[in-house]
């Protein structure tokens, strides 16, 4: 399996799972004004982000047979990825604990984070995209800052004030920490020990993109990875003084396979370790069964954790039915991801390989009942024990927050239209002939 299959498989899992999931925020009328809105994002952020896997996925096809549409099917990931980087800033100021404090200030910081979605669309269509002016990094920026705050926070707080709460709200705040930066964890030892794979590494493809545009970029890369080599240090300090979150058992494989991939990214430059001339394909595995795993099916799993876990879903007779058919997809299509993979790196007979896959999901549908369970019938609160004043009362109906959902449906119909001006005016290949001609 390549990677394009891969995104392909993601963006099925996405859309399925942020499309259920939605239906069952919607049916959810518990839900604190901050949850019900940071849910209705996460759902919408999760649908959208699989349709950028998808339309990656024919870019790669498109560009492989020199097809001019490509043009196209880039210009809506890179919009889909808008929406991405949207939703979670929206999302770090108002969950787990809201930032936005007032009626006003909500008003204002979603507008602000609407705005700067359109203004990204906007330099698209102008040729400006890949610029400075598209503040590239800042998603990691304000992840590390707003999240990482609110984590050290309540995982810092006094013994004596230190409850069940205090935990969760660290939690999730890692949880989502881990699902925006997990990928760039993986790449620590490059920015620690002054990797070529890492300062030298150039997302936008040549001149494409300026100095300042990968300076930018990386720099959002480094102070994500000093984020989370802070709460991987909070979290073991706090381990050997026997208070042990779930998050340690979270963060320690991104950091133990940066480990690994060091070795394999240096090929052996700094690492000590002698990696064969024909490395290429040892790296583009590396990168399928890490980078490209976390994007396509790692995310949505730590999305589907935090909806059942934290009380996002209301789970009763009438919407269990949905809910456990939200975690047979994710385990079922996971499973098949991950055993295609290995069928594509190991001589394994497909028969073979289907009884295995069989017997894996008999296994883990086995396993699905009783985490099921387990996740709607224990949910974890962030609420009791603490003071209220973290928790701001707000009186925001439901109709308003559902006309986000109303709202992105409209800027992806954009979306489309902005795709396919793009590409029949050429737009991304101008402006690739301008820069690189003047680069040379």
């Known amino acids: 399996m390549d990677d394009t299959n891969l995104l392909f498989i993601g963006a099925i899992l996405s859309v399925a799972l942020g499309g259920m999931a939605l239906r069952l925020v919607r049916a959810n009328k518990k839900l604190d004004w901050n949850e019900a809105i940071a849910a209705h994002i996460l759902c919408l952020m999760f649908i959208t982000k699989g349709i950028q896997n998808a339309a990656t996925a024919y870019f790669n096809q498109a560009l492989e047979a020199s097809e001019s549409h490509w043009q196209f099917w880039v210009s809506i990931s890179m919009s889909m990825d808008y929406i991405f980087t949207g939703s979670a800033l929206a999302i770090a100021l108002l969950y787990p604990v809201p930032l936005l404090r007032t009626i006003k200030q909500v ?60 935990r969760n709200v660290a939690l999730v705040s890692g949880l ?164 295609e993979l290995l069928q594509s790196i190991l001589p394994i007979n497909q028969m073979i390989s289907a009884a295995l896959l069989g017997i894996i999901i008999a296994l883990g549908l086995g396993w699905e009942e009783k985490s099921f369970h387990r996740l709607v019938t224990d949910p974890a609160d962030m609420r009791i024990g603490l003071d209220k004043k973290w928790f701001p009362e707000l009186n925001i109906p439901r109709k308003y927050i559902s006309r986000i959902d109303v709202a992105c449906m409209i800027y992806c119909i954009i979306a489309v239209l902005v795709a396919f001006l793009i590409w029949k005016m050429d737009i991304i290949i101008e402006l690739s002939t301008t820069r690189m001609g003047g680069a040379e």
Not at 313 to 325: Q, V, W
Request: charge should be negative; include cysteine; aromatic fraction near 14%.
């Open 107 to 166: 008003k204002v910081g979603l507008s602000l984070v609407g705005g700067f979605t359109l203004f990204c669309l906007g330099l698209d269509v102008v040729g400006l995209n890949l610029t400075a002016l598209g503040l590239p990094g800042l998603l990691y920026y304000a992840v590390a800052i707003i999240w990482g705050s609110v984590y050290v926070k309540f995982r810092l707080i006094d013994p004596e004030k230190r409850n069940d709460s205090t």
């Open 176 to 339: 989502f920490m881990t699902l925006i930066l997990g990928h760039v964890w993986m790449w620590w030892p490059g920015l620690i020990l002054q990797s070529n794979y890492f300062y030298f590494f150039d997302l936008g493809g040549g001149a494409l993109t300026s100095s300042l545009w990968d300076f930018m970029w990386l720099s959002g890369y480094a102070i994500g990875i000093g984020a989370g080599l802070t709460m991987l240090g909070i979290e073991i300090y706090l381990a050997l003084s026997g208070d042990v979150n779930k998050l340690l058992y979270v963060l320690l494989p991104y950091f133990v396979l940066g480990l690994i991939g060091y070795s394999i990214y240096s090929r052996g430059d700094d690492a000590g370790f002698i990696i064969d001339a024909d490395s290429s394909e040892i790296i583009d595995l590396w990168s399928v069964f890490t980078t490209s795993l976390h994007f396509t099916v790692i995310r949505p799993i730590i999305a589907m954790y935090i909806l059942l876990k934290f009380g996002l879903f209301d789970i009763d007779e009438e919407t269990k039915p949905m809910a456990k058919l939200m975690s047979i997809i994710l385990i079922v299509v996971a499973t098949s991801a991950l055993l």
